[in-house]
């Protein structure tokens, strides 16, 4: 048996019996009451989620409250095989366990404490305080750290946190440690003997908003007067906004004003001396909130402070203040910027990487087709209604490449447009789309097939017949949310090709594609994606062809050595 570390978070939460993998394989090895073949099935299982979870047999635990949150990160097409295939591997390695008794989860026994804590645990136990209960894990865990109970500190305490969330122990690890420490220091008051030690909790939230009567009515009032000013602009205002702002970047706006008067007032601003907005463009009170941001944040500057004081520099315009004012708070806003992102984030770049693959490529292009035939196949009509919606959000993403935004609230009478010869369009107007660029695209004919087959036969499964979106909730009065869209592709693709894959990772796909075919096509790719300037679809994928340019490269200097030998 492989001695265990418990200082390694990893294997924190490990009893101290805990046997590896390879201990079950050697044990096996000389079984003499199973047969050959189940002996090798076992052993064979063992080694593939060895191998599937990439550690060595004689690093894994046979332990399965360990196993089980990362073996629900294994996606079995990532590993090219099936379902039904992970299946049986899995079945196998926990019938090996199983042979040797390692069924269900081991409780943490009293036993496997130090006698330093069993007595801690006694007293506690002798209390019968229900409340206390969150307080068994965190002590089982300084045990087996080998944290004496008169020297716990709050570092104990974010080690444990660490420890919960790299084990995946709760759902919820912020809020299991929180429960730890509170549960800790109500030990300390109520139970005989127990450390006296007081363990500290950060706040959650840096900077509390405060309740809005903390503010004078008269702020409350010109901010309401400034929100419906953004709402309905003059168009013949030179300082104002030129268009209206949509309602999500008014509530936006109004959220950071307010975020900002709270600064103001833990910066020793009475709340009573901001009587209304223009008081928060005022240089010295300006400058007085954003160095409070930025001490809470070590003094340096970030995408939040910096956005403040850009709007700072934008509200200065819009309520006509002086030249001078306005000077100084564009200098504040030009020292706090942060530089824009170029390119995409190196997360999509190596998502983007593997779709380079011919062969996960096509998987991809694929899917929709295979998913709604199969999802058609399925026996239970839920989960049939729905493998078909999955396919079809997948199918339009990959030849339409829409925000999520858009994709989930698809109305089928007034985005699906069809001419009557055959042909279907999908159509967003300006007030549709995020830059108020008008996009159409023409669906493929199998795309078209798919969603007229869908809506015959989605009802009453998905939702009311009759309902007008393409993607609705339950009780059809309305499409369903961006994030629940999202999540499902991403668990779809995940599950079916073992591709990490989210819906705007399409945008991404669409252009890489594009510039493969079309190198420096960058107008096409704008219009493509609908941003309104070229030079942000420029910021993004200026240099996306040097995969293509470099593989042309490398092919070049094989030919040239090959005529050359």
Not at 524 to 530: Q, W
Request: glycine fraction near 4%; hydrophobic fraction near 40%; aromatic fraction near 6%.
């Amino acid at each position: 048996m492989k001695p265990l570390d418990h200082t390694d978070l990893e294997s924190a939460f490990l009893p101290p019996d805990c046997l590896m993998f390879s201990d079950l394989i050697a044990r096996l090895s000389e079984d003499n009451t199973l047969k050959p073949e189940r002996v090798r099935d076992m052993t064979s299982g063992l080694k593939r989620v060895a191998k599937a979870l990439a550690r060595p047999v004689s690093d894994l635990p046979a332990d399965t409250r360990w196993l089980q949150p990362r073996l629900n990160n294994v996606a079995p097409a990532a590993l090219g095989i099936s379902r039904k295939s992970w299946q049986n591997i899995l079945s196998d390695a926990r019938a090996a366990m199983a042979h040797f008794g390692i069924v269900g989860t081991r409780q943490r026994h009293f036993r496997d404490l130090t006698p330093e804590w069993q007595e801690m645990w006694r007293n506690l136990l002798d209390a019968k305080d229900p409340t206390l209960a969150a307080l068994r894990r965190f002590v089982h865990f300084l045990s087996g750290q080998g944290v004496d109970p008169n020297t716990v500190t709050d570092a104990h305490a974010r080690d444990y946190l660490d420890a919960v969330t790299l084990n995946e122990i709760s759902k919820d690890p912020e809020t299991a440690y929180r429960a730890a420490v509170n549960n800790w220091n109500l030990a300390r008051k109520r139970i005989l003997g127990w450390p006296d030690i007081t363990l500290t909790l950060e706040s959650r939230q840096k900077v509390i908003i405060l309740p809005d009567e903390t503010y004078l009515e008269s702020f409350h009032v010109d901010l309401d007067a400034l929100m419906e000013r953004m709402a309905h602009p003059d168009p013949l205002d030179p300082r104002g906004y030129q268009r209206a702002l949509r309602p999500q970047t008014l509530f936006h706006y109004r959220r950071q004003i307010i975020r900002f008067a709270a600064e103001l007032v833990h910066a020793g601003i009475a709340p009573e001396d901001i009587q209304n907005v223009s008081v928060l463009i005022d240089p010295a009170m300006a400058e007085k909130g954003l160095r409070h941001m930025l001490a809470g944040n070590g003094n340096e500057t970030n995408r939040f402070i910096a956005d403040m004081a850009g709007l700072l520099r934008n509200l200065a315009r819009v309520l006509n203040a002086d030249d001078d004012v306005r000077e100084h708070l564009a200098g504040l806003a030009k020292r706090l910027k942060v530089p824009a992102q170029k390119g995409m984030t190196r997360k999509n770049r190596d998502r983007l990487r593997v779709l380079q693959d011919p062969q996960k490529l096509r998987q991809l292009l694929l899917l929709p087709e295979l998913l709604f035939k199969g999802g058609r196949a399925a026996q239970r009509p839920y989960s049939r209604a729905l493998a078909c919606e999955d396919a079809l959000a997948i199918g339009i993403l990959l030849y339409c490449p829409v925000r999520a935004k858009n994709l989930s609230g698809i109305h089928l009478e007034k985005h699906i447009q069809r001419p009557g010869d055959g042909r279907a369009f999908l159509v967003f107007n300006d007030e549709d789309t995020k830059t108020k660029q008008p996009i159409e695209f023409e669906i493929p004919q199998d795309v078209v097939r798919m969603i007229d087959q869908h809506l015959a036969a989605r009802s009453p499964e998905m939702c009311p017949k009759g309902t007008p979106w393409l993607f609705p909730r339950r009780d059809g009065t309305g499409h369903i949310t961006t994030d629940e869209i999202s999540s499902r592709i991403r668990r779809r693709i995940l599950r079916e090709t073992g591709i990490e894959m989210n819906a705007h990772l399409f945008r991404h796909l669409a252009v890489m594609l594009w510039l493969n075919a079309n190198p420096s096509s960058y107008e096409a790719a704008r219009r493509l994606l609908g941003h309104s300037d070229v030079s942000h679809t420029l910021n993004l994928y200026s240099g996306m062809e040097t995969q293509s340019a470099m593989s042309a490269f490398s092919e070049m200097v094989a030919s040239t050595k090959a005529t050359l030998t």
